[in-house]
């Protein structure tokens, strides 16, 4: 089973300030792990995606997040924020391998809003 | 390269009454998946294909809820009869085996 934990449905930042988005995860299995955006009235985008290749992942628009198993987490970091990135984000976490694995469970989402 | 397609994109019906949502995958993606967005919350997978055949239903409402995938490729998601619950978005995504999911728009339902 695997579930995963977004710390904060809401993050504000000021246009410019570094963005960090936690998300911690529970896995029996090593995960997959992943990081989607979802833009208002829209279906979610892949940011960037951990599957046990290097525990530091670079994704697009500049977004990055690190794979830590001692912690069970994997935290999205931005170190400049942009008006354009006020989303809302997603946590996910697979099993990786096989049939029903490869199934996706999403946390709550964390809403990001850019202050000018 | 097109990306997933769904409709309609928007929708509204009566409780009690039945809606039918339609995705086509990318093209030569074996697996097709169908989420439930509800307001606030992450997506909640329903069902998954690969192919034409069912690989994990085990969070969908059968007694309300259906889909089918016919030739392996575009699919269908009914509910019949709705309930004020099941207002959410309708989210297609599809991958090639193992692959990265890419999501469709949604189909965002409200029930009356």
């Known amino acids: 089973a695997q579930s995963v934990t977004q710390l904060g449905s809401h993050v504000s930042v000021s246009e410019g300030a570094l963005v960090l988005l936690r998300c911690n995860y529970s896995s029996s299995v090593p995960p997959y792990l992943f990081w989607y955006v979802q833009y208002p009235n829209q279906g979610l985008q892949l940011l960037l995606k951990y599957t046990s290749a290097a525990t530091l992942v670079k994704g697009i628009n500049g977004f990055e997040a690190e794979f830590k198993k001692s912690e069970t987490s994997f935290h999205l970091t931005k170190p400049s924020a942009h008006m354009s990135d006020a989303a809302e984000y997603f946590c996910?976490?697979?099993?990786?391998?096989?049939?029903?694995?490869?199934?996706?469970?999403f946390g709550k989402g964390t809403l990001l809003t850019v202050n000018p | 390269e097109a990306g997933v397609a769904q409709s309609p994109r928007y929708k509204i019906i009566e409780k009690r009454q039945s809606v039918a949502f339609w995705c086509n995958p990318i093209?030569?993606?074996?697996?097709l998946y169908w989420y439930q967005q509800i307001l606030g919350q992450g997506p909640k997978l329903l069902i998954q294909?690969?192919?034409?055949?069912?690989?994990?239903d085990s969070q969908l409402p059968k007694d309300r809820f259906s889909a089918e995938r016919l030739k392996g490729v575009d699919s269908t998601l009914k509910i019949q009869p709705a309930k004020l619950e099941d207002s959410a978005v309708y989210l297609c995504?599809?991958?090639?085996?193992?692959?990265?999911?890419?999501f469709g728009p949604g189909t965002r339902l409200l029930v009356l």
């Open positions: 995504a599809s991958s090639s085996v193992g692959g990265t999911q890419y």
């Open positions: 294909f690969q192919n034409n055949g069912v690989v994990d």
């Open positions: 093209s030569g993606h074996a697996t």
């Open positions: 996910a976490v697979s099993g990786g391998s096989g049939g029903s694995n490869y199934k996706l469970t």
